[in-house]
């Protein structure tokens, strides 16, 4: 059972950075041409309204974007 669970995990955390690096990808495309980016949409726009939605919720958003933070930055798990 442990062993499916790791494996559930591994692939959970392969397809949640491949998610990340499309997600930049979309953003650095978006700011070369200038506007939304076919298959990508408006990535910096959405970006903006999480933000801003974040801004507005206070603590709250605070911890969320700490937790976003944490999540981006810890170690991943050996391959």
């Not at 494996?7 to 998610?19: D, H, K, N, W, Y």
């Amino acid at each position: 059972m442990s062993a499916i669970i790791d494996t559930l995990r591994r692939v959970i955390v392969r397809i949640i950075e491949f998610a990340v690096l499309l997600a930049a990808l979309g953003f650095l495309l978006q700011l070369l041409y200038g506007g939304p980016v076919p298959f990508f949409g408006d990535i910096l726009g959405n970006l903006i309204a999480i933000i801003a939605a974040l801004e507005t919720s206070g603590f709250i958003g605070l911890v969320a974007a700490g937790v976003v933070v944490w999540l981006l930055m810890r170690k991943t798990a050996p391959h």
